[in-house]
Nanobody, 118 residues
Framework: QVQLVESGGGLVQAGGSLRLSCVAS????????MGWYRQVPGKQRELVADISSGGRANYASSVKGRFTISRDDTKNTVYLQMNSLKPEDTAVYYC????????????WGQGTQVTVSS
């Protein structure tokens, strides 16, 4: 069984930084795209950033220039470095991975809360 476990969320003042990590564990043959979504109550989950197996990164326009996504395939881990945080970045952040076990599927973490105070 595959598990994705996020860490690194918390409370930070506006202008501050946080680094999120997400580790995938279990019987994993290969990982394609990994990424981060976020969700606030009453709104749809939205893509923050993702990164392909080849290292190509894609960002939401609202975070471009402030957030950086990276991955370490030796550790099955994806990171999200968040700088210049704004109150509107407050959300639950979920990581996901498009990966192969005995079949190809998307797997999600349980979410980590990020709160940015003004």
């Amino acid at each position: 069984q595959v598990q994705l476990v996020e860490s690194g969320g918390g409370l930070v003042q506006a202008g501050g930084s946080l680094r999120l990590s997400c580790v995938a564990s279990g019987i994993i043959l290969s990982i394609n795209t990994m990424g981060w979504y976020r969700q606030v109550p009453g709104k749809q989950r939205e893509l923050v950033a993702d990164i392909s197996s080849g290292g190509r990164a894609n960002y939401a326009s609202s975070v471009k220039g402030r957030f950086t996504i990276s991955r370490d395939d030796t550790k099955n881990t994806v990171y999200l470095q968040m700088n210049s945080l704004k109150p509107e970045d407050t959300a639950v952040y979920y990581c996901y991975a498009d990966l192969y076990t005995i079949s190809r599927d998307n797997h999600w973490g349980q979410g980590t809360q990020v709160t940015v105070s003004s």
